[in-house]
């Protein structure tokens, strides 16, 4: 796993910004990333690892021919290696086991490719080394890992002879191993998040095809809410509108039984009345004769009881027995036919007044000519 603030950890985090900060201070950040790939490090192994940050995909030979004027000329460096590599002066405290397993790599390289030397004896007494010796010493490897080689004029495999033993010692080669393990594990940690990230990107594609599925079927919801609207709206406006039919008919209905009740009740009081006022006829009629047979004013006393009594409902006398008075065809008939223009009353009739101007005659008075 990279460590959090290193340049790889941003470089999967936010690329975009570390491009950006590569592009406007370079050199700065080729020292941040030799310092964390071991402080030590040739311009090829800077290219190679920028290219694997991805940082440097623009710049051409042409940029990087001059990357090495920068890098002489920053005070935090240092030429070593008979000038073909870099070395941070300074190199921070957690860096520094990775410092100490590539130097462990140069000498198990060097020591591997190196035989038995033999030894001669020189003229003032001293051993040196001959033969296959000095054939390797010429060589020098690589920094561990790096596939890439000089290519700017130096020569990265020749080295000063040396008659040391390069081999490596027991603790230097654990401490490489040691570098080497945690260095596979950081691309392991690194291939795993790799992986977590793929299958969370592969979880959101799905998910995302989920809500686009839900929101087609939303949106089909919608359209057939939307119709069943418009049908529901046109429904309601007809039921609306055949209601209005209903209560207009409905009240036209109520009027002419209204104005038929109205008119119902009018002729059954009119008939009412018209059987009243043919008992007052008769009662009147019997007053009349009963007055003439003997003389008793005791029956109208009566009539006149009965007329008051009518007269609560506006049922009044027309004309009086004996009464002379011009012939009305609508409130007088003749009891036996003819006609005359002055009358006698034979019997009083009786009309209804409703409190209009017209009155309703409900029994015409029985009168006979005058010029009898």
Known sequence: ???????????????????????????????????????????????????????????DGTWWAGVPKELDADPRLTKVRRGTQWKLLDLPAEYADVEAAVEADLLS???????????????DGTERA???????????????GNPAEETEGHDAHTREPSGTDLRLSLEERDRYEAALRRREAVVEELQAERDRLRLRIADLQAERERSDEQADVLRQQVADFSSNLVEVNRR??????????????????????????QSQLRQ???????????????????????????????PDAL???????????????????????DFDPVRHRFLTAGSAERVVVERPGFAWQPGTPQEVV??????RSAEQ
């Not at 071991?38 to 690892?49: E, F, M, N, V």
């Not at 009539?303 to 004996?322: E, F, H, K, P, S």
């Not at 409900?362 to 009168?367: F, I, K």
Request: charged share 20%; aromatic share 2%.
């Open 1 to 59: 796993m990279a460590s959090v603030g290193s340049l790889r950890y941003r470089s999967l985090r936010d690329a975009e910004a570390l491009q950006r900060e590569f592009a406007e201070s370079p050199i700065s950040v080729l020292v941040t990333l030799l310092g964390e790939q071991g402080g030590t490090a040739s311009l090829g192994q800077l290219r190679l690892w920028t290219r694997q940050l991805k940082l440097a995909g623009e710049c």
């Open 109 to 123: 390289s060097s020591a591997s490719e190196i035989p038995m030397d033999s030894h001669a004896t020189a003229p």
């Open 303 to 325: 009539y006149r009881r009965v007329l008051t009594q009518a007269a609560a409902a506006n049922v009044a006398d027309i004309g009086v027995a004996g009464e002379e008075t």
């Open 268 to 298: 059954a009081r009119m008939d009412g009345l018209r059987v009243l006022a043919a008992v007052l006829a008769e009662v009147a009629d019997h007053v009349v004769h009963a007055t003439d047979m003997n003389g008793s004013g005791a």
């Open 236 to 261: 309601s406006d007809a039921l609306a509108a055949k209601v209005q039919r209903r209560e207009e008919e409905l009240r036209q209905v109520r009027q002419g039984g209204r104005a038929v009740s």
């Open 362 to 367: 409900l029994e015409p008075a029985l009168v």
């Open 130 to 144: 001959v033969g296959p010796l000095n054939e390797q010493a010429s060589k020098t490897p690589m920094f561990p």
